[in-house]
DNA sequence: GCATGCACTTACCTCAAGGTAATCTTCACT
DNA sequence: AGTGAAGATTACCTTGAGGTAAGTGCATGC
């Protein structure tokens, strides 16, 4: 990873050439998903190890019933989750990450830490903002 | 930056940890803004440097006026972007990243690596769960 | 026999993001 | 006088993400 201004001169690059190539720009793609209300939740829930639904549920108790499945469903769709039934007496269904949702943990590590980083920064910023108003 | 499975466990602690903290997560927080449609596409188009308000619509044509000034605004309230008015004859606008704006580039350029390195099989494991159903 | 947990599904509703289009002000050009 | 560019603001409308609440089928515990 290069740093600075030109390091920005190639992602963009990537990024329009991306963007301009196979319809629809990957990066819209991912930020969709990675921007929705629960899926990088669940993700980074399910990376402490696999979880069942209700532990889930257990683990994120502000998502209803419906997100929960829905946002799951869209995941297993798009290949980072994966969902394992067992036969048991009333079945029970596992969720784990595949190693391609594992590798989403890095590079979304890396926003975690310029959030946890900067949030007192923005909120300056917004309180200046708001005041000049 | 660590890697594998304990990285994971850091990340979400942290998460969890500023979750509780000052209310707001502010990884929820940053994730609005970035999950939105344009602010993402205006810091990298901005990271090439300066722009005017009508060079940057030229650089972004599908993105409305409307929503070209708004999120130029929310951009500027969080600190991220910076506005200058110039006093020439129609009085011209140039807007540019702000250090804390310039910082969100290369973590943001992570994740463009993974969206178009992990794109394609995104695509395959969508093909297969869709051709499943 | 009734309630409870598990893993969902469905119908219905709300709210806010974002699009469209019209309008504004000031100045310069013709 | 009329047109056009710059940098917006405003009113109105559509769409869809996400919430609420209820129902489903089955099995075990009380």
Redesign the pocket.
């Given at each position: 990873m290069l740093d600075g201004v030109e390091t920005a001169q190639i992602y963009i690059e990537r990024w329009a050439a991306a963007a301009g190539a196979t319809g629809p720009c990957p990066v819209r793609d991912v930020l969709d998903k990675i921007g929705?209300?629960?899926s990088m939740l669940l993700v980074m829930t399910l990376a402490g190890g696999p979880k069942?639904?209700?532990?889930l549920h257990r683990a994120v108790p502000?998502?209803?019933?419906?997100?929960l499945?829905q946002?799951?469903?869209d995941l297993q769709r798009d290949g980072l989750v994966s969902?394992h039934?067992f036969d048991t007496?009333?079945?029970?269904?596992?969720y784990r990450l595949t190693r391609l949702g594992h590798s989403l943990i890095v590079p979304f590590g890396h926003l975690i830490e310029w959030a946890n980083g900067s949030i007192r920064r923005i909120e300056a910023a917004r309180k200046d903002f708001d005041a000049a108003r």
């Open positions: 929705d209300k629960w069942r639904f209700n532990e502000d998502i209803s019933q419906k997100m499945t946002t799951l469903r969902r039934v007496k009333p079945p029970s269904v596992e």
